[in-house]
């Protein structure tokens, strides 16, 4: 996520001619773009954007879970 920030900010200061982005070539300017699409083909590959959604839902339904125990007064299990 940061490369594709970096490269819209290089990109935006490219375009408006801004600071010594101006001068550089465009392939240095929409380098991050493949880095980005490199690191997300990895994240893909390697199962870590499946594991991190994962891991997302699991922490949503254990706090749905102690708020519902918390509502019914029931005092939440502590994490092991």
């Not at 996520?1 to 290089?10: I, K, S």
């Not at 380098?31 to 870590?48: E, K, L």
Request: glycine letters at 8%; zero cysteines.
């Amino acid at each position: 996520m940061y490369a594709l920030g970096l490269g819209l900010l290089l990109v935006v200061l490219k375009w408006l001619e801004i600071g010594p982005v101006a001068a550089w070539t465009w392939w240095w300017v929409l380098a991050p773009f493949g880095v980005a699409v490199v690191w997300w083909t990895w994240s893909d590959a390697s199962g870590r954007s499946s594991r991190k959604a994962m891991e997302k839902m699991e922490l949503r339904k254990r706090n749905r879970i102690d708020r519902q125990k918390e509502a019914l007064g029931i005092r939440p299990r502590d994490p092991r």
